[in-house]
């Protein structure tokens, strides 16, 4: 009994990778886009007292 249960689940289970690899991988589609930033540097406020630093 035990061991019809366990051939009928590796059957089901086979079956099943079989059908989803049947639809075969999901196609992606991607493009390289052009990225550009501009780094500029700053006076930061640190704490309460207004020390301040410079900071990209």
Partial sequence: MLIQRRLAVWS???GLT?????F????????TVKVEMT???TEVVVDGEGTKYSAW
């Fill in 39 to 41: 780094a500029v540097e």
């Fill in 24 to 31: 075969g991988p999901a196609q992606v589609d991607a493009k």
């Fill in 18 to 22: 079989a059908v989803i690899m049947s």
């Fill in 12 to 14: 089901f289970l086979i």
